[in-house]
């Protein structure tokens, strides 16, 4: 089974970014999914964003587009969430997953791998 340790959040002011990294550990899986996910004390855990370590591709919730993006870095087994203009309903603890199959999904369940988790607040 893969560990993920994640890293990176913190407390921020409205309209301000945050970049979160997760590293993998583990048995290496050379298209291994590796994916973001948010929940806020109000909501269900919601899928963020994913990307595919073997050949880059990647997808993000449509409405986090254009504010959020992932990457991911095959050297170092990371994975990456590049979170700009941030909002207080962005607010929420972030969890890195990973699933062995190399099909995108955004079902909670389809994941392997989950870390502990990193705290985002974004409050003026």
């Known amino acids: 089974q893969v560990q993920l340790v994640e890293s990176g959040g913190g407390l921020v002011q409205p309209g301000e970014s945050l970049r979160l990294s997760c590293v993998a550990s583990g048995p290496a899986f050379s298209n291994i999914i590796m994916g973001w996910f948010r929940q806020s004390p109000d909501r269900e855990r919601e899928f963020v964003a994913a990307?595919?370590?073997?050949?880059?591709?990647?997808f993000v919730e449509d409405s986090l587009k254009g504010r959020f993006i992932i990457s991911g870095d095959n050297a170092s087994n990371t994975v990456y969430l590049q979170m700009n203009n941030l909002r207080p309903e962005d607010t929420a603890v972030y969890y890195c997953?990973?699933?062995?199959?190399?099909?995108?999904?955004?079902?909670?369940?389809?994941?392997?791998?989950w870390g502990q988790g990193t705290r985002v607040t974004v409050s003026s």
């Open positions: 990307v595919r370590q073997g050949d880059g591709h990647s």
């Open positions: 997953a990973a699933r062995t199959m190399a099909i995108f999904t955004r079902t909670e369940s389809e994941y392997n791998s």
